[in-house]
């Protein structure tokens, strides 16, 4: 992955690539109930070791990104389920990693606020060496992906290819 044969990664190194290079959006969100959503988002940054500041305003601007300009201060009980997703989606972000990987991005949210969440991950997906695989129930994020895999108990049934043509194998 990346150039890296991540079989012969071990310990810190394997750590601190999947760090650097991996996003994830949890099904539940996975926040820290006592850290506003700023400071959630701004984790992966911590972790990194940026610097607070730096790491909690790269965080209100993802969440600004996100819609929630307006809730960065609030803590992970005073937001709804939909809220709480787009933070663990900015948290995910906020590190610009070159996989994201999401389970059921849009399943708290409504049509519409999963309609522009679809959209900026869709931006992210077209940036050069970047990658989004969403795993999902919800056939409205079809149409922003450029394969779409199908699956039944852990098989593949079929891959649609709807960027290339309308080409369906």
């Known amino acids: ?5 991540l079989r ?6 394997l750590v601190d690539f999947r760090g650097k290079n991996i996003g994830f959006v949890f099904q539940q969100y996975n926040l820290l109930p006592a850290l506003t959503a700023a400071e959630n988002a701004a984790v992966p940054l911590l972790i ?12 209100k601007a993802i969440l600004e990104s996100v819609g929630l300009g307006d809730r960065v201060n609030s803590l992970p009980s005073q937001l709804s ?4 997703q ?13 996989l994201l990987v999401c389970d059921e991005p849009t ?7 999963g309609h522009t969440v679809m959209e900026l991950l869709r931006n992210v ?37 709807p960027a290339l043509e309308g080409v369906r194998t």
């Open 86 to 98: 787009r933070v663990a989606i900015a948290r995910a972000l906020v590190h610009e990693p070159k």
């Open 48 to 59: 990194a070791g940026v610097r607070r500041n730096t790491a909690v305003a790269r965080a």
């Open 125 to 161: 997906a077209v940036q050069p060496g970047r990658a989004v695989i969403v795993v999902t129930h919800d056939n409205r994020v079809f149409e922003f992906g450029d394969r779409i895999i199908h699956m039944t108990d852990g098989r593949i049934e079929r891959v649609e290819t």
């Open 8 to 13: 012969k990664l071990k310990g810190r190194r």
């Open 1 to 5: 992955m990346l150039g890296k044969d």
């Open 107 to 113: 399943a708290a949210l409504d049509a519409h606020s």
């Open 81 to 84: 389920g939909g809220q709480q």
